[in-house]
Nanobody
Framework: QVQLVESGGGLVQAGGSLRLSCAAS????????MGWHRQAPGKQRELVAV???????NYADSVKGRFTISRDNAKNTVYLQMNSLKPEDTAVYYC??????????????WGQGTQVTVSS
């Protein structure tokens, strides 16, 4: 029905930058909030950033001032620009979206995750 596909992860040195993308496809009528979560080894998944359809944003304290979330509603795509990366940002990053379809209705979907590794 609906798929979220992330891209843009990889290996970067501390202080570097990466840009993640997540494109939603399928039988989408509209998308409300979209966001990014991350999960480091041995830790729980945590919210990184979220953006509403109207563009309101919210960030985890640990990434404020370094990460920027944005979206292109016409492309059903959400982005995460990550600057000044730190080794503690190393994790699998997952996008999620609150999607309305005409068949199922409103529900949340998750991407498969993309690895971000920051070396010191």
């Amino acid at each position: 029905q609906v798929q979220l596909v992330e891209s843009g992860g990889g290996l970067v040195q501390a202080g570097g930058s990466l840009r993640l993308s997540c494109a939603a496809s399928g039988s989408i009528f509209s998308i409300n909030a979209m966001g990014w979560h991350r999960q480091a080894p041995g830790k729980q998944r945590e919210l990184v950033a979220v953006i509403t359809r109207g563009g309101s944003t919210n960030y985890a304290d640990s990434v404020k001032g370094r990460f920027t979330i944005s979206r292109d509603n016409a492309k059903n795509t959400v982005y995460l620009q990550m600057n000044s990366l730190k080794p503690e940002d190393t994790a699998v990053y997952y996008c999620n979206a609150d999607v309305l379809t005409l068949v199922i209705g409103q529900r949340g979907y998750w991407g498969q995750g993309t690895q971000v590794t920051v070396s010191s």
